[in-house]
């Protein structure tokens, strides 16, 4: 082998196609794009048309509903919790809230509050507040000898918001 035999494989290289330089191209006069109208300009295009045919997305059915009142929680598991104590990013003689979670770096954001998981063990004695907590979680943190207070009312069925 020489180094002129060297080539990219027949193919994998394809020149760009030079449109409106005459009508000898093949691609001159309206470069490739019809006749007049918003598909010939640039820079806009009509978003889904199909030619006439109904869209894709007025084929299929409306699905879903987006709850505007809806709070989004950041979320914390017992075990991540623990491995923050441990690694004394926590301290465990105060309280635990979303603010110290979040200026200790174990959580992002502080978003609409914090909700506690019940994944993994706890062995640490803590006061934890937070907006909402599973049961399996609140079980575990009591029975390391701690307590969870809810901030945030559970609304009532048929309350108004």
Excluded: W
């Excluded at 869209?55 to 709070?71: A, D, S, T």
């Excluded at 623990?82 to 990013?89: C, F, G, H, P």
């Excluded at 105060?94 to 609409?112: P, S």
């Amino acid at each position: 082998m020489k180094l002129s035999d060297i080539a990219d494989n027949a193919g994998s290289r394809k020149k760009r196609m030079r449109v409106g330089r005459g009508i000898g191209s093949g691609k001159g006069k309206t470069s490739g794009r019809g006749g007049k109208g918003q598909t010939a300009r640039s820079g806009v295009r009509i978003k889904g048309f199909e030619g006439g045919q109904m869209p894709m997305h007025r084929r299929l059915p409306k699905r879903g509903f987006n709850n505007i009142f809806r709070l989004d929680f950041a979320e914390i598991n017992l075990d991540r919790l623990q491995e923050a104590i441990d690694n004394k990013l926590v301290d465990a003689g105060e309280t635990v809230t979303v603010e110290t979670l979040v200026k200790a770096g174990v959580l992002r954001r502080a978003k609409d509050g914090l909700r506690l998981l019940g994944r993994g063990e706890i062995k640490t004695k803590l006061t934890i507040e937070a907006h909402g907590a599973s049961k399996s979680a609140i079980a575990a943190v009591e029975k390391a000898g701690g307590s969870v207070k809810i901030l945030a009312p559970a609304k009532e069925e048929g309350e108004a918001a």
